[in-house]
């Protein structure tokens, strides 16, 4: 270990080499941004939501500047940052990594209750539960909880205890949950398709079969007049998807996505996000549309 080398640039270094890519904090905030990428004026990374050529050697851009690169991670554009850090980062995402952020007791005897046990690890207000598999980020799924993982950055607090389980489903629900507001007046629904055998020239499942699974789940997302549409058109979408996993497709899942949306919609779901939480539902490897 180099004498003059920063505390926490040794941690992250350590971090990098078994593949998690770091950045520094300090105050919990990551590095400002350099006046060519301030605002984005750069046209951003490659891998950002909206893809983009900028290849700044600064720590610009926060989670996307997370790397385990140890020449960029120990450069002379980064020094200034790990002079001053308080804390190191990682990018969940960008290692396979969902964490779970509990940030408050109640959260955390949720979720015990709630999810399946994983790596946890101990953190000032609450625990992070971290988990094998990627999603997206979503802030205040629950009371004191949010989820990081692809698009955002957590504070390391060491490595915890406990074996590292799969994300599991409710997870991924929760990051794509919006609560079920009733429509004000009549709702207008997107067009509906009707799922017809002919489409699906290469499913292996019976036309029965098919239309059987698909209303009872349109069921439940109706039954959802309060609350949780979203979420359930997230979990009825990924549970028919992955009826069709070994299936050589088509298999006319576009058309069964739009009648989960129309279902999620009719009770008051805004339609894109509902389109949103169903295009995540079915995304299970392998699964021919």
């Known amino acids: 270990m180099t004498h003059d080398r920063p505390p926490l640039l040794q941690v992250a270094l350590d971090l990098a080499h078994r593949g998690l890519p770091v950045l520094p904090l300090r105050e919990k905030r990551p590095p400002a941004n350099?006046?060519?990428?301030?605002?984005?004026?750069?046209?951003?990374?490659?891998?950002?939501?909206?893809?983009?050529?900028?290849?700044?050697?600064?720590?610009?851009?926060?989670?996307?500047?997370?790397?385990?690169?140890?020449?960029?991670?120990?450069?002379?554009?980064?020094?200034?940052?790990?002079?001053?850090?308080?804390?190191?980062?990682?990018?969940?995402?960008?290692?396979?990594?969902?964490?779970v952020d509990l940030d408050n007791p109640a959260a955390v005897t949720w979720a015990r209750r709630a999810l399946p046990t994983t790596r946890t690890v101990v953190t000032t207000r609450g625990e992070h539960w971290i988990y094998r598999g990627t999603t997206r980020s979503a802030n205040g799924v629950r009371a004191a909880v949010d989820i990081k993982s692809l698009m955002q950055y957590a504070r390391w607090r060491g490595p915890g205890h406990g074996t590292m389980t799969a994300l599991p489903d409710v997870v991924r629900g929760l990051a794509v949950r919006e609560e079920t507001t009733p429509a004000r007046g009549p709702v207008e629904l997107p067009s509906r398709a009707v799922w017809e055998a002919p489409a699906a020239t290469g499913c292996r499942h019976t036309a029965r079969y098919i239309r059987t699974g698909l209303e009872k789940g349109l069921a439940m997302v109706r039954a959802c007049t309060e609350t949780g549409a979203g979420s359930k058109a997230f979990g009825v979408a990924r549970f028919l998807a992955a009826q069709h996993s070994r299936c050589p497709g088509p298999c006319g899942l576009d058309v069964i996505a739009a009648q989960v949306v129309a279902a999620a919609v009719s009770v008051g779901v805004p339609h894109g996000y509902a389109q949103r939480a169903v295009s995540n539902g079915l995304a299970v490897p392998g699964v021919a549309v």
């Open 34 to 99: 350099c006046p060519e990428c301030r605002d984005t004026a750069c046209g951003g990374r490659p891998h950002m939501r909206v893809p983009g050529p900028c290849r700044c050697p600064l720590p610009c851009h926060a989670w996307a500047a997370a790397t385990t690169d140890p020449d960029t991670l120990t450069s002379p554009q980064w020094a200034a940052d790990w002079r001053h850090a308080t804390s190191v980062a990682y990018h969940p995402g960008g290692a396979g990594l969902t964490v």
